[in-house]
């Protein structure tokens, strides 16, 4: 297909090459039958309200309907924001999606007294009622996370005042989005050519990852010069950000900030600690990568600026749609052939928009509500990196699809934590294939590179981060004031110890703290490094012994979040309990930078 030049409108599409959004709903008239049944359905939990601990009868049907309300609800959210998506001009669905929006703020208003009333049965009372009435065993699960919560939950009148506050409370969050994405200003710099070019945080990587090293540092300085301006403010925020995580904690009856963090996944601290210290642990390959990525790009001293730039001139690989599928279902293969079987029929029977169109939403993701199958959107460029993105989305697409197909809608959905188990799994296994079969010697270089970069900054980058959030926060819950010069300090020895005596941390680095919005979603980095890890285990795993490792994984992809997410990913062999699935996706890592070492030398 045709994709150089102007970008076609949707209409200009052909329909092979798009998703079959007809198959949640075949026409607009039928999503309005159902927003119309859904507005009903909002009606009905208002009569059991008051009465869920009269007996078991009463509390099933409670919750059998607030399940159907929101399985509906999902799904006609999830139509109207994809339509949307399709084309974000578009003012059907432009409508469509505001009043979806509005409908789902209804759905969870609806069915909110549920979980305060239910908290109040007394647990003999519970009990009972699970014992006499078996249609409650359905709930089991998510009524046993309930009363884990009871705890950690205040009064009726306490629980008002908390949410009364909780707009007040994000302010934090909010001023900075505020400065970070309108505010603040960047100066320009020439680029290789000597234009003025503007930096903005949308170009930074790109800036970053040029080849002329006098652009690189040119616009390091620059863009930290914006944030050193405003050093103080950003302090502030990320101080009231950290006391309001500290409050909540304190108000709850939580030990600390973290483990409230962790309890909804029921992730025992010692998990987090065993991240940051087996990362601690293998930093040698890391100054080793480090060592090595100095001497390909031939400098005296390696800075903060040069780490991005590719270490290898650009590869000429052009890889055609087509061809990257058959790429990733060989990459796949050793899943099997049930999985192998039903991603081929997804991706040739409309689970995918694959192109880009004018005012298509950029980017991908996966999605698609309970009852269909799950859908992938693409914006499909011929390169490496958007090979990656297919085996990566159609990860978390069959994860969906197994787990819809397995489970009731209140178990279907999985967390964040192992969410993106199953995208990494897919591209780990595609990089095995790839580097096993690409003979290309400059291919291998690239490939290895593109690995180990995505390692670097998904799990030492991201421990490194998680590292300063417990830092922070213990500062915060002992009585210390963070001031800028306190952030900068720990920033910067934070630098030191994770990229070693190979780079030189320049100073500009230490502010790097205050543009890095996960920062404001607490707690939160550690689970893209816990993530990958515990998925380059599993991979290797299903590499090594086959058939046990792939039945154990498709057990747990089948299994959605039917349980807590360490027992989830104990079903696919991995005991993030240990320091040894961290360990083992490390010793990859290891192993990489020495296939690297030895490509060069050639």
């Known amino acids: 297909m045709e994709k150089k030049g102007q970008l076609p409108a949707r209409q200009e599409i052909p329909d092979q090459y798009k998703w079959r959004l007809e198959d949640i709903y075949a026409s607009d008239e039928l999503w309005e039958q159902d927003f119309q049944r859904v507005r009903q359905l909002a009606a009905e939990p208002e009569r059991f309200q008051g009465k869920l601990g009269q007996s078991a009868a009463t509390l099933l049907e409670a919750l059998q309907l607030e399940e159907q309300l929101q399985e509906l609800d999902e799904k006609v959210y999830t139509y109207a924001h994809m339509r949307r998506d399709e084309d974000n001009s578009n003012p059907v669905y432009q409508s469509l999606t505001d009043r979806a929006d509005s409908l789902n703020t209804l759905v969870d208003t609806a069915a909110s007294f549920m979980v305060p009333e239910i908290l109040a049965i007394p647990d003999g009372e519970l009990k009972r009622f699970r014992q006499e009435e ?66 903005t945080s949308g170009r930074y990587q790109q800036l970053m990852m040029n080849k002329d090293r006098r652009v690189r540092q040119d616009t390091f300085t620059a863009y930290y010069s914006s944030y050193k301006k405003l050093k103080n403010t950003m302090a502030a925020t990320l101080s009231n950000s950290v006391k309001r995580d500290v409050f909540y904690a304190r108000v709850r009856k939580y030990p600390s900030a973290l483990e409230a963090a962790l309890f909804a996944d029921h992730i025992p601290p010692a998990v987090y600690d065993n991240l940051i210290e087996t990362v601690h642990r293998n930093l040698g390959s890391m100054y080793r990568y480090l060592a090595l990525r100095k001497k390909l790009l031939g400098l005296s001293e390696l800075h903060m600026y040069d780490l991005y730039t590719p270490l290898v001139k650009e590869v000429q690989w052009e890889i055609p749609y087509d061809e990257a599928v058959a790429m990733v279902r060989a990459g ?15 991706l040739n029977s409309g689970w995918v928009d694959i192109y880009e169109n004018k005012a298509k939403t950029s980017g991908a993701y996966s999605w698609g509500p309970y009852g269909v199958h799950p859908y992938v959107l693409l914006n499909y460029q011929d390169n490496l990196n958007n090979t990656l993105t297919i085996a990566h989305e159609m990860g978390h697409a069959m994860h969906s699809y197994y787990s819809y197909r397995e489970q009731p809608y209140v178990y279907a959905h999985y967390k964040i934590f192992t969410a993106e188990v199953a995208s990494t799994v897919n591209e780990c296994l595609l990089m095995d294939h790839l580097l096993k079969t690409v003979t290309d010697r400059n291919k291998q270089i690239y490939l ?13 980058r991201q421990t490194m981060f998680a590292e300063f959030e417990k830092i922070i926060h213990q500062k915060v819950e002992a009585g210390e004031a963070l001031t800028p010069a306190l952030l900068n300090e720990i920033y910067h020895q934070l630098n030191v110890d994770y990229y070693g005596p190979e780079v030189v941390v320049d100073e500009d680095v230490d502010l790097e703290w205050s543009r890095i919005p996960h920062f404001y979603s607490a707690f939160y980095v550690y689970k893209y490094a816990t993530g990958f890890s ?8 299903i590499l090594e012994t086959g058939d046990p490792a792939v039945s154990r994984y498709l057990a747990f992809l089948k299994m959605g979040g039917s349980n807590h997410p360490l027992e989830l990913l104990k079903t696919a062999g991995v005991d993030m309990t240990t320091p040894g699935p961290v360990q083992e996706g490390l010793d990859l890592f290891a192993q990489m930078v020495d296939q690297l070492v030895s490509l060069t030398a050639q």
């Not at 249609?135 to 009363?147: H, S």
């Not at 899943?335 to 029929?345: I, K, N, P, Q, V």
């Open 534 to 541: 515990a998925a380059s285990a599993i991979a290797r795993q």
């Open 134 to 199: 078996q249609g409650l065993a359905r709930y089991g699960f998510a009524l046993d996370e309930l009363l884990r919560l009871a705890p950690h939950t205040l009064s009726v009148a306490e629980e008002q005042v908390i949410a009364q506050a909780g707009e007040v409370l994000q302010a934090p969050a909010g001023i900075y989005r505020m400065l970070n994405n309108a505010d603040i200003t960047f100066p320009s710099i020439k680029d290789e050519e000597g234009n003025e070019v503007e930096i």
């Open 332 to 346: 796949l293969a050793p899943l099997g052939s049930d999985y192998g079987e039903t991603l081929a029929g997804g």
């Open 448 to 460: 290895l590179n593109h690995y180990l970069e995505e390692f670097r900054g998904t799990v030492f």
